[in-house]
Nanobody, 125 residues
Framework: QVRLVESGGGSVQPGGSLTLSCVGSGYDDYATYIMAWFRQAPGKEREAVAGINNGNSKRVADSVKGRFTISRDNAKNTLYLQMHNLKPEDTGMYYC??????????????????WGQGTQVTVSS
């Protein structure tokens, strides 16, 4: 059974940093699957944050470009999201997601079929 578990969320002041992690389990060949981070703020639709594929090709949403970095450690079945210079508008529930294998990097949630439970990020002074 595919399982994705996020961690690392918390409350920080504007300008602060956090690193989120997402550990995948219950399936083989972790390295071949596309992965991504999405977020959802209260009262808003879920939006893509960053994606990565098996070849380490990355895509980042314009709203977080230059502040957020996505990476993966295939030996640990772990996806990361480093977040710097956090802003109040970054507040929300952050989800990791797994898509298909040997696919181009994607920020379209239709390309992802497994989701974690989320980890909350709150940016407030």
């Amino acid at each position: 059974q595919v399982r994705l578990v996020e961690s690392g969320g918390g409350s920080v002041q504007p300008g602060g940093s956090l690193t989120l992690s997402c550990v995948g389990s219950g399936y083989d060949d972790y390295a071949t699957y596309i992965m991504a981070w999405f977020r959802q703020a209260p009262g808003k639709e879920r939006e893509a944050v960053a994606g990565i594929n098996n070849g380490n090709s990355k895509r980042v949403a314009d709203s977080v470009k230059g502040r957020f970095t996505i990476s993966r450690d295939n030996a640990k079945n772990t996806l990361y999201l480093q977040m710097h210079n956090l802003k109040p508008e970054d507040t929300g529930m952050y989800y990791c997601a797994r898509g298909g294998s040997w696919r181009p990097t994607s920020l379209n949630e239709r390309d992802f079929d497994y989701w974690g439970q989320g980890t909350q990020v709150t940016v407030s002074s």
